[in-house]
Antibody, heavy 126, light 109 residues
Framework: QVQLQESGPGLVKPSQTLSLTCTVSGGSISSAGYYWSWIRQHPGKGLEWIGYIYFVGSTHYNPSLKSRTTISLDTSKSQVSLKLTSVTAADTAIYYC??????????????????WGQGTKVTVSS | DIQMTQSPSSLSASVGDRVTITCRASQSISDYLNWYQQKTGKAPKLLIFGASSLQSGVPSRFSGSGSGTDFSLTISSLQPEDFATYYCQQSYSNPPVYTFGQGTTLEIK
């Protein structure tokens, strides 16, 4: 079955760039119909969608983070990457990658996050 | 952005209880509403999509209902493994800006 694994530095200094990688195993990152999202969870708080990428390279970001976010894909390594620039303490969070797919009923397709990585904790501190 | 508000924020219940968690959207989202369960230290798990469709492998004691702005997640008979935090999430926005509720923590009474 498809599994996702996040990796990257656990500590980033303020004003620097946060860089994380999500490695996808057990399935193709290039399968049609699947988007690859990054989602974060601030300590003890709720969930915030950061953005996603489709296998052809098209991206869409949360407007609140768009100016600082880049999501990219390396299909040869089956990896999705996240870069978040000019980080502050407010970017301290657990970062998850998640497969995003439209699950079908008889009526519609509903975008869901159906498979998640285990998350990686990132602290922004000097 | 569409704001999602859950109530209550926390809930104490006993094994075997029937519990209901509600989620309200700041505007109509039809039935583009998903529910997730998150256990401590783990990633969220998809339970229900499209307001009422059970994800594969999820026990039938979980059910969802609602449309428009008001939704609910019901657990018909709480099991020990159900004590967790539950989040609703809308997927109505186009272009997508997926947003989550703040979570409801279900605790053992």
């Amino acid at each position: 079955q498809v599994q996702l694994q996040e990796s990257g530095p656990g500590l980033v200094k303020p004003s620097q760039t946060l860089s994380l990688t999500c490695t996808v195993s057990g399935g193709s990152i290039s399968s049609a119909g699947y988007y690859w999202s990054w989602i974060r969870q601030h300590p003890g708080k709720g969930l915030e969608w950061i953005g996603y990428i489709y296998f052809v390279g098209s991206t869409h970001y949360n407007p609140s983070l768009k100016s600082r976010t880049t999501i990219s894909l390396d299909t040869s390594k089956s990896q999705v990457s996240l870069k978040l620039t000019s980080v502050t303490a407010a970017d301290t969070a657990i970062y998850y990658c998640a497969r995003t797919v439209g699950l079908m009923t008889t009526m519609n397709a509903y975008d869901t996050f159906d498979i998640w990585g285990q998350g990686t904790k990132v602290t922004v501190s000097s | 952005d569409i704001q999602m508000t859950q109530s209550p924020s926390s809930l104490s219940a006993s094994v075997g209880d029937r519990v209901t968690i509600t989620c309200r959207a700041s505007q109509s989202i039809s039935d583009y509403l998903n529910w997730y369960q998150q256990k401590t230290g783990k990633a969220p798990k998809l339970l229900i999509f499209g307001a009422s469709s059970l994800q594969s492998g999820v026990p039938s004691r979980f059910s969802g209902s609602g449309s428009g702005t008001d939704f609910s997640l019901t657990i018909s008979s709480l099991q020990p493994e159900d004590f967790a935090t539950y989040y609703c999430q809308q997927s109505y926005s186009n272009p997508p800006v997926y947003t989550f509720g703040q979570g409801t923590t279900l605790e053992i009474k």
